[in-house]
């Protein structure tokens, strides 16, 4: 196997020459910026089904889904035609519409992990204001988090894990005050004793232990359920709340989730992505006990102009529509099963140091044969591997998320065909690695 030629780049690049001079880095938000991946950050023009074209005409076959929310992939026939119908009727009111009772009784009647939800428009949003629930709830100010879990950008969680042992949190993003990291205390995934430690350190000081339903923003560490159920009493047993955040895994492993899968009931689950069919929404719900502690019927504050956007309830109505039928996760899990074996099947007869971590239709490539299920089991130098898999993956017309710490979503939208064609490129990119 020998590489392909470099894709053209060039209105890309044009367009990122001009985007520089707008936006800090050219981009607005990060990781789109391409800083760990070959090349210039590709423009996308437009997508359909699961497919994505750039601004120089390449074609892709798209694994990064926009980081989670096309579960059906792009330019789907009837969440288009149900946005299309609210666009001709208002684009937002700032006034109570059906549609949120439409949403919100889609998803209670699916979803009991929760009784009552509050849309937002982020999955931020909803992980801040789920914390500020816990906060207020318990009265208790520290909440804890884990290495290797992403929450969105609000302060309390950005921080990461102090040196040593030193269990309260650092900063890792500059504007973020000491005292708010003092508050937010960072600890391994995986490690009941840690966990046992931070309760004895700060005993009747925590509000909530944060962790996302199976952590995948930093590879993916599916973690064991004996830890997640040892989790679920410990918090129980010391007055803390468990908060699930759920933005990739809701509605991705089913409605009810990680939630479901591990058979756990969290206090507070937070949502995001498919939520919204690809328009920005977010959401938290919990017990109505719980959710009368917000505002207006409680006294935790939290409110948005354009919660609960009319379109963007209508997109969600329309997407999680079809996520209810019967039979659809089953015939998406079974369809990510057989491609992550067919490419496991691979990697063992070539013996390439690669593992497949997958659960639903998540998948995520490491350069390791570890199981990795914490942080630090991932070696940065791996992700050089990473790198020239994801240059070949592109010059053969397989579009994978620009990081090797991200993971890779199959939707209902990949045909037979798409994947055959995938497997093809992708076993050609692994030989080229490797050789
Ligand atoms: N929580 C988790 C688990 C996430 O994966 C993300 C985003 N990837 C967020 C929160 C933040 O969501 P958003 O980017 O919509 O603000």
New binding site residues.
Partial sequence: TTSVSDISRKQSAELFEKAKQYFPGGVN?PVRAFKSVYGTPLFIERGDQAHLWDADGNEFIDFCCS??PLILGHNNAEIREAVQEQLGKGLSFGAPTKLENDLAELILTHNKKIEKIRFVS??????MSAIRLARGYTKRDKIVKFEG?????SDSLLVKAGSGLVTFGETSSAGVPKAFADETIVIALNDKQALEQVFVDFKDQIAAVII??V???NGLLIQDKDYIHFLRDITKANGALMIF?????GFRLGFEGAAKYYDIQPDIL?Y??IIGGGM?V?AYGASKELMACISPDGSVYQAGTLSGNPVAMAAGIAALSILARPGFYEQLEKTTQAFVDELRAHIAEKGYGVRIFTIGSIFWFAFSNENIQRADQIDPASMENYKKMHRELLNRGVYFGPSGYEVGFISAAHTEADLTKSLAVIKEALDIVFQ
């Fill in positions: 938000s980081w989670g982020s999955g931020t949003e909803a992980v879990c992403y929450h969105g950008h996302e339903g952590p995948a923003n955040d759920e933005v990739i895994t937070t995001g992505k920005p977010g």
